[in-house]
Every structure is written in C-alpha cells, then in structure tokens.
C-alpha cells in the first residue's frame, strides 16, 4: 500500500531555533518528493523538490534530505521564525501520465515567542 | 504567474441549494485538479482534469459536479450537499508531471 509516514505529528519550538521533521515512504513507482507547508485555511505552498538521485536540496533556511535506499526524507528548518508556524506535509509524486500525489499526514510546528 | 485563484473564500450553503466553485491559472497548465481538505488530514484527490477532460474521479458522490470550460477555468458544482462536505476545497495545477501549484482554498460549510 504507498503511503506516507510523517513525524513527529506535533512539535512546539523556542523562536530561533532548529528543528528536523522526517518522513517515512513506501510508495511505488516513485517519482519526486516534495515538501509543502500549509498555513491554516490555505493552500500549500511546495518548499523543495527532490528526485531519486537527489540527497540534498535547500531553499532559504529550509533544507530537505533524501535516502532513496531508505525510502526516507527530513526537512530542517533553521533558525525558526514565528512565521514557520504551520503544517509541514511530506508528498510524494508517482508518475501516471499525470501527477499522482501521496499526502503524508503533516507535522503541525508551533514556533514559540 | 505562478498563481492559481479561487473564488469565493467562503461559501456557507444549505442543503437545497446549488453553488458553484471557481478555480483559475494562467500558467499554462494543462493538468487541474480538485482536492478536499477536512481539518488536521491531508488533502484528498477528487477529480483530475488533462487537456480539458476529465481523466480521473476517485469515486466522488455525484452531488459534486466538476466542469473545465477551457484549459484556464476549472469549476466545481455543487448540488445538494450534507454537513459532511463542509471542508477546505483547493484547486490545483501542473504542467504534466511538474509541481503542482495549489490555490488557497474555499471554505465550504454546508447547513
């Protein structure tokens, strides 16, 4: 069955600091991994993107890590701002002719004052 | 542009009624799709469209009702909803297998 594993469900963090989430992948066939964050009541917005031959991407303070032998993924996020406060979904892309997406069930972080 | 709009944000609508949702991209794309959100789960693929056609429905009830009148417009219809359809709706597109960039969703309560 390709699902998606994230953790932790919740996590609460100080302003300024750092904090990893993972991802766990069992889908098939596999085509990218993206990472997206989601505000509230909004759409998700995708932060990185990585294919099977990709170990490391980064945007900003952000930076995904990938081990396809593994099947498992991590966002880092560095420095955190009160702004980081949303859910963070792991999805991964199977190819289809079209683009089949499998949602992770997100990280919900909290960036404390 | 990298923008895909929805209209209305909020939509509160009784049981009877008829409404519908808009979804909107000048990227280019010619793949869209419809995703229902229920709080705290990760969104759930209703329908996709590819050049214009509908290519996939996952099993929707048909009391929902999508429409493409061309490779811009995606509209969602709705008609004779239960509570249980009360959820953040959101519009997407891509560019065959690329990201897909997603609206920011109308809030759907349904009476």
């Known amino acids: 069955k390709n699902q998606v594993e994230q953790s932790p469900q919740s996590l609460i963090i100080l302003e300024g600091k750092n904090c990893t989430l993972q991802c766990n992948y069992t889908v098939s066939p596999f085509s990218n991994l993206r990472w997206y964050k989601q505000d509230t009541g909004r759409g998700p917005v995708s932060l990185t993107i990585?294919?099977?031959?990709?170990n490391t991407k980064s945007n900003g303070r952000y930076t995904a890590t990938l081990d396809a032998d593994t099947k498992q993924s991590s966002l880092h996020i560095t420095a955190s701002q009160l702004s980081d406060s949303a859910s963070y979904i792991c999805v991964v892309s199977q190819v289809t002719g079209f683009q089949k997406l499998v949602f992770g069930t997100g990280t919900r972080l909290l960036v404390s004052p | 542009d990298t923008e895909v709009t929805q209209t209305p944000k909020h939509l509160v609508m009784g049981m009877t009624n008829k409404k519908s949702l808009k979804c909107e991209q000048h990227m280019g794309h010619r793949a869209m799709y419809w995703y229902k959100q229920k709080a705290k789960k990760p969104p759930e693929l209703m329908f996709v469209y590819s050049y214009e056609k509908l290519s996939i429905n996952e099993s929707v009830p048909s009391r929902f009702s999508p429409e493409c009148p061309n490779s811009s417009l995606l509209n969602l219809h709705l008609h004779a909803l239960q509570p249980e359809d009360s959820a953040l709706y959101l519009c997407?597109?891509?560019?065959?297998?690329?990201?897909?960039?997603f609206g920011p969703g109308t809030r759907l309560t349904v009476l």
């Open positions: 997407a597109s891509s560019q065959g297998t690329d990201t897909q960039y």
């Open positions: 990585m294919t099977f031959s990709e």
